[in-house]
C-alpha cells in the first residue's frame, strides 16, 4: 500500500508541472500586467517606473526564464512569486483563502454523498415507484439548473424571507459577520448560518450527478449472481441491502466522487462570486482579472494538490470497500 501510494504522487508530479507549464503559458498571452496596473495613470509613470515594475515581477527575461525562475521557486523556496499588488503576499493570502474554500467545499461534499447514497439505494431498491420517479425528476432539474442560477436563486428567495419575517434568519453575504459575535460559540454558529445557503448551492449541483451515478450502480448489483444466491440463501432484505449491495455498489460511487472534485472547485467559484466570499474563488477571479500570472499559478497549484489526494484518497478506499483489491 506504502509503495502504491508512493507511485502516485511520483506519477502527479509530473502532470502538476505539465498544466502549471500551460497554465503559465496561456496567462502569459494575455495582457501585460504592468500596463493593466498603470492604466488610466495621468500623466502617464515614466518609462523607469514600468521598468522597475517588470523587474519585480520578473517580466524583464525570456518565457522559458521565467517560467524556470518561478519554478525554482516554487520548489526550493515554496514561493508562489510576487503578485501584481506589491502589498499582497500570495502564500499567506492564498492559505488563509483555502480554509474557507476548503470548509464550503468539503462539508458540500459530505451533504451532496450521503444524500446521493441514500437517494440513490433507496431509488434502486423502490424502481419504478413514486419515490423513484420523484428522486430521478428532481435529480434530472437539478441538472439542469446552473450553478450561478441556483445561488442566485437561493440568494433572492432568502432576502425575501428574512424581509417577510422582519428579521434575518439566512445570511446571503460573505463567510462570516464583519464583527464577529462575542463567544466561541456564537462565532462558531455564525459560521454555520453563513455557510447554509453556500453549501445547499454547491451541495445540489453535486448531489443531482452522484444520485443518478449511485441508483445505475446500484440496479447493477442488485441485479447480479450473487445478490440472487444472497436472497435464495434466505438472507434478510436489510442484510443483502447493507452487507452485500451497497458495499460494492459505492466503488463506482468513490471513482465518481474522486472525478468531480474539480468540478465542484469549477462551482465553489460561482458559489463564492454570488455569496461574496473571500475564498480561492474570489482570489482567482481578482487575480484573472488583474493579469495577476504568479496569483493564478499559485491558485492552480494549490487546487491541483487537492484534486490529486482527493483522487488518491479514493483509489486507497477501493481496497476498505472491496478486499479483493489489493495493491502491491
Given at each position: 500500500?506504502?509503495?502504491y501510494v508512493i507511485r502516485r504522487l511520483l506519477a502527479a508530479i509530473?502532470?502538476?508541472?505539465?498544466?502549471?507549464?500551460?497554465?503559465?503559458?496561456?496567462?502569459?498571452?494575455?495582457?501585460?500586467?504592468?500596463?493593466?496596473?498603470?492604466?488610466?495613470?495621468?500623466?502617464?509613470?515614466?518609462?523607469?517606473?514600468?521598468?522597475?515594475?517588470?523587474?519585480?515581477?520578473?517580466?524583464?527575461?525570456?518565457?522559458?526564464?521565467?517560467?524556470?525562475t518561478w519554478l525554482k521557486n516554487l520548489v526550493l523556496h515554496g514561493?508562489?512569486?510576487?503578485?501584481?499588488?506589491?502589498?499582497?503576499?500570495?502564500?499567506?493570502?492564498?492559505?488563509?483563502?483555502?480554509?474557507?474554500?476548503?470548509?464550503?467545499?468539503?462539508?458540500?461534499?459530505?451533504?451532496?454523498?450521503?444524500?446521493?447514497?441514500?437517494?440513490?439505494?433507496?431509488?434502486?431498491?423502490?424502481?419504478?415507484?413514486?419515490?423513484?420517479?420523484?428522486?430521478?425528476f428532481f435529480g434530472f432539474l437539478f441538472l439542469a439548473m446552473p450553478?450561478?442560477?441556483?445561488?442566485?436563486?437561493?440568494?433572492?428567495?432568502?432576502?425575501?424571507?428574512?424581509?417577510?419575517?422582519?428579521?434575518?434568519?439566512?445570511?446571503?453575504?460573505?463567510?462570516?459577520?464583519?464583527?464577529?459575535?462575542?463567544?466561541?460559540?456564537?462565532?462558531?454558529?455564525?459560521?454555520?448560518?453563513?455557510?447554509?445557503?453556500?453549501?445547499?448551492?454547491?451541495?445540489?449541483?453535486?448531489?443531482?450527478?452522484?444520485?443518478?451515478?449511485?441508483?445505475?450502480?446500484?440496479?447493477?448489483?442488485?441485479?447480479?449472481?450473487?445478490?440472487?444466491?444472497?436472497?435464495?440463501?434466505?438472507?434478510?432484505?436489510?442484510?443483502?441491502?447493507?452487507?452485500?449491495?451497497?458495499?460494492?455498489?459505492?466503488?463506482?460511487?468513490?471513482?465518481?466522487?474522486?472525478?468531480?472534485?474539480?468540478?465542484?472547485?469549477?462551482?465553489?467559484?460561482?458559489?463564492?462570486?454570488?455569496?461574496?466570499?473571500?475564498?480561492?474563488?474570489?482570489?482567482?477571479?481578482?487575480?484573472?482579472?488583474?493579469?495577476?500570472?504568479?496569483?493564478?499559478?499559485?491558485?492552480?497549484?494549490?487546487?491541483?494538490?487537492?484534486?490529486?489526494?482527493?483522487?488518491?484518497?479514493?483509489?486507497?478506499?477501493?481496497?476498505?470497500?472491496?478486499?479483493?483489491?489489493?495493491?502491491?
Amino acid at each position: 500500500m506504502v509503495a502504491y501510494v508512493i507511485r502516485r504522487l511520483l506519477a502527479a508530479i509530473p502532470i502538476l508541472i505539465a498544466s502549471t507549464f500551460i497554465v503559465f503559458w496561456l496567462v502569459s498571452l494575455t495582457a501585460d500586467p504592468v500596463e493593466e496596473e498603470f492604466a488610466g495613470r495621468n500623466p502617464r509613470p515614466p518609462q523607469q517606473t514600468f521598468d522597475l515594475e517588470r523587474h519585480r515581477l520578473g517580466l524583464d527575461h525570456g518565457f522559458f526564464a521565467q517560467y524556470l525562475t518561478w519554478l525554482k521557486n516554487l520548489v526550493l523556496h515554496g514561493s508562489f512569486g510576487q503578485a501584481v499588488n506589491a502589498a499582497t503576499d500570495i502564500n499567506s493570502e492564498l492559505f488563509r483563502r483555502l480554509e474557507v474554500t476548503a470548509r464550503l467545499i468539503l462539508v458540500a461534499m459530505a451533504v451532496a454523498l450521503v444524500l446521493a447514497v441514500i437517494t440513490g439505494v433507496l431509488s434502486a431498491y423502490r424502481q419504478y415507484s413514486r419515490f423513484d420517479y420523484t428522486a430521478t425528476f428532481f435529480g434530472f432539474l437539478f441538472l439542469a439548473m446552473p450553478t450561478f442560477w441556483i445561488a442566485q436563486l437561493l440568494k433572492t428567495g432568502a432576502i425575501g424571507f428574512n424581509g417577510a419575517l422582519g428579521t434575518r434568519i439566512f445570511f446571503t453575504l460573505g463567510e462570516k459577520s464583519d464583527i464577529p459575535p462575542v463567544g466561541w460559540w456564537n462565532q462558531f454558529l455564525d459560521i454555520i448560518g453563513h455557510m447554509i445557503l453556500p453549501t445547499i448551492s454547491l451541495a445540489l449541483i453535486t448531489y443531482a450527478a452522484w444520485s443518478r451515478f449511485q441508483r445505475a450502480a446500484m440496479l447493477e448489483v442488485l441485479n447480479s449472481d450473487y445478490i440472487r444466491l444472497a436472497r435464495a440463501k434466505g438472507l434478510k432484505p436489510r442484510q443483502v441491502m447493507i452487507k452485500h449491495a451497497m458495499r460494492t455498489a459505492l466503488i463506482p460511487m468513490t471513482t465518481a466522487s474522486a472525478l468531480t472534485i474539480a468540478t465542484i472547485f469549477g462551482g465553489a467559484i460561482i458559489t463564492e462570486t454570488v455569496f461574496q466570499w473571500q475564498g480561492m474563488g474570489k482570489f482567482l477571479v481578482t487575480s484573472v482579472l488583474t493579469h495577476d500570472r504568479n496569483a493564478t499559478m499559485g491558485w492552480l497549484i494549490v487546487a491541483g494538490t487537492f484534486v490529486i489526494v482527493g483522487n488518491l484518497v479514493a483509489d486507497l478506499l477501493y481496497a476498505v470497500l472491496d478486499p479483493r483489491i489489493r495493491y502491491a
